[in-house]
């Protein structure tokens, strides 16, 4: 176990589950103050999220930061501000993502497909308005077969309700593409991206970047795919609310998303005041 007696430099930080929960009103007052706190202090915060781009950057605000943002699993580093630098992008390969597209037509399974940080859809349906809603965000409505298929950020194949099915998804695909990065961010998303579209890559280049030891950096995470995020921190934090797996890569196991778990990791191993 980490004793907290290096200075932690830089926290890493999982959004959905982790700092936000939007069925309790989003971020609580505990969070956005030790936010607050930490950036007064040094600390670089960085959100580290699946989402795309610009499904994060208004968080990124309420919270008063200007890190950089690591989205799409790890797939980009862009600066949160307009025309912001891209630090780091990894894409899906087109020809992957045709037969990814391919694959889920076949099976009539519903595919989010992000092209250049626009989300785009083949069918206006339940699955894409609750997806959106609950991200503020807008989708393109076309056919995938009138696209050029380039700069695609991942690809996102959902399911609602039906969590054993997404992870056949997972197992299957793991096999068909051992040379991709497949992974469950949520018990009904299955995420398709390059192979260094992970947290864990994300965060390496930010260190290197900023010149920040491993074992300056906090990770924090409740997801499956914050696994490689854990990876790349010298404190390995898994949320109370968090995976049965993440918990097993965990140094510690905070409290729920729900009872300011984040909070309480970081009064545990960070000086602030």
């Known amino acids: 176990m980490p004793d907290g007696n290096k200075k932690i430099k830089m926290i890493a930080t999982d959004i959905d589950g982790t700092i936000l929960n939007w069925d309790f009103g989003g971020f609580t007052p505990e969070v956005k103050d030790c936010v607050k706190k930490l950036s007064a202090n040094g600390v670089k915060v960085v959100l580290v999220t699946g989402r795309m781009h610009k499904a994060t950057t208004f968080l990124a605000d309420e919270l008063g930061l200007d890190t950089p943002i690591v989205s799409y699993q790890g797939g980009m580093i862009k600066d949160n501000c307009k025309d912001g630098k891209v630090h780091y992008r990894k894409d899906l390969a087109p020809e992957h993502a045709k ?16 092209m250049d940080d626009i989300l785009y859809v083949e ?16 989708y393109t409505v076309c056919p995938f077969d009138t696209l ?29 593409y ?8 949520t018990p009904y998303f299955c995420e398709i991206s390059n192979k260094d579209a992970r947290k864990s890559c994300a965060v390496e280049y930010l260190c290197k970047e900023w010149g920040i030891s491993k074992d300056e950096v906090l990770t924090i995470g409740d997801q499956n795919n914050d696994i490689e995020l854990l990876k790349s921190g010298g404190i390995k934090v898994a949320m109370g609310n968090g995976t049965p797996e993440l918990k097993e890569c965990a140094d510690f196991i905070t409290d729920t998303v729900e009872n300011n778990g984040f909070v309480k990791a970081v009064n545990k191993f960070c000086k602030i005041k």
Not at 101 to 113: G, T
Request: hydrophobic fraction near 35%.
């Open 99 to 114: 037969e990814i597209i391919k694959w889920a037509k076949d099976n009539n399974i519903h595919i989010n497909l992000y």
């Open 123 to 138: 069918k206006d349906n339940e699955t894409i308005r609750k997806y959106t809603d609950a991200r503020y965000i807008d």
């Open 148 to 176: 050029e298929i380039k700069n695609v950020n991942k690809i996102l194949a959902i399911k609602y309700g039906d969590a054993d099915t997404v992870t056949g998804w997972v197992n299957y695909l793991e096999k068909q």
């Open 178 to 185: 051992p040379e991709l990065y497949i992974v469950k961010s």
